[in-house]
C-alpha cells in the first residue's frame, strides 16, 4: 500500500512537468507565405495588410529562432525578442515609445503580445508540420482585424 501512495505521488509530483514539456511546441525555421484569411484589402493599406512599414504587417517571409528561454520573431523589418517566461520585454530598454513584447504558452499554442504607442497585437502560433498556422488580432489606428495566415517551412 505504502509503494502505491509513493508512486502516486511522485507521478502527481513529476507530470505535470512532463506534459508541460511535451506542450510547448518549437517554431525555429524560415517561413514563407501561403494563404491570408480574409485577404487584405486591395492596395496593400490598411490595418495589418500593407508594406513593410505599417504595424502588423503581412511579411512574405518571417524568421523565426527559438531557445527554450526565448523567441526572436523577425517579420519584415521587424525583430522582435520575447521571453518565454511570460515577462514583458521593452526594446529599446526604458524608452517610453519602445516595442513591449510578452509571450505566453497556452499548451502547444504560443502567444505572442506586442504594442507600441496606441497599436497592439496578439499573435497565436500554432505549428503542424511544415505548416505554421498565425492568427493576428491586431487593433491600430482606432480601426481592428482578426486574420488568420499560413506559412510553409522552407528550412
Not at 512599414?53 to 527559438?66: K, Y
Request: glycine share 14%; aromatic share 6%.
Amino acid at each position: 500500500m505504502k509503494r502505491i501512495v509513493l508512486l502516486a505521488m511522485a507521478s502527481a509530483v513529476a507530470l505535470p512537468g512532463i506534459v508541460r514539456a511535451q506542450a510547448n511546441a518549437n517554431f525555429s525555421g524560415t517561413w514563407m507565405l501561403s494563404k491570408i484569411e480574409p485577404p487584405p484589402p486591395p492596395g496593400g493599406g490598411g490595418i495589418g495588410g500593407g508594406g513593410d512599414e505599417a504595424f502588423g504587417a503581412i511579411a512574405q517571409t518571417v524568421v523565426i529562432a527559438q531557445t527554450g528561454r526565448e523567441l526572436t520573431f523577425k517579420s519584415g523589418p521587424m525583430n522582435a525578442v520575447y521571453t518565454l517566461d511570460g515577462n514583458t520585454t521593452v526594446t529599446p530598454p526604458g524608452d517610453v515609445n519602445g516595442l513591449k513584447t510578452r509571450a505566453h504558452w497556452e499548451g502547444a499554442k504560443l502567444h505572442l503580445h506586442y504594442k507600441r504607442g496606441q497599436n497592439w497585437c496578439r499573435d497565436v502560433l500554432t505549428v503542424n508540420g511544415n505548416t505554421l498556422t498565425i492568427l493576428r488580432d491586431l487593433e491600430s489606428g482606432g480601426g481592428s482585424t482578426t486574420r488568420t495566415i499560413t506559412y510553409t517551412k522552407t528550412s
